[in-house]
């Protein structure tokens, strides 16, 4: 049983910048991916990155690729998302997720926050 909470959702102008925090326990983070999804109204749930917590690669959908950034701290047990140039079609509840082996599929992960409403508007 582990619990992910999330914060840093807000309303943000296009093209402006938010951070999203994910802090879990270190066994979460040093046995398992760590991933950031997303969700808009009425549209399944979408990939957007993912941080292997050792070794600390990490990987992108392709509409995020060069703006959105992940990384960890393992001093705090937290895992971020920064999101950068943003757009209105960004705008979805952001959910972090966590599994021992994850990809881009939710299915492979076991563990789950709460989720963190991002709103990209003028």
């Known amino acids: 049983q582990v619990q992910l909470v999330e914060s840093g959702g807000g309303l943000v102008q296009p093209g402006g910048s938010l951070r999203l925090s994910c802090a879990a326990s270190?066994?979460?983070?040093?046995?398992?991916?760590m991933a950031w999804f997303r969700q808009a109204p009425g549209k399944e749930r979408e990939f957007v990155g993912s941080i292997n917590w050792i070794g600390g690669w990490t990987r992108y959908a392709d509409s995020v690729k060069g703006r959105f950034t992940i990384s960890r701290d393992s001093t705090k047990n937290t895992v971020y998302l920064q999101m950068g140039s943003l757009k209105p079609e960004d705008t979805a509840v952001y959910y972090c997720?966590?599994?021992?082996?994850?990809?881009?599929?939710?299915?492979?992960?076991?563990?789950w926050g709460q989720g963190t409403q991002v709103t990209v508007s003028s």
């Open positions: 270190r066994r979460t983070f040093s046995s398992n991916v």
């Open positions: 997720a966590a599994g021992p082996g994850g990809g881009a599929s939710s299915d492979t992960y076991n563990y």
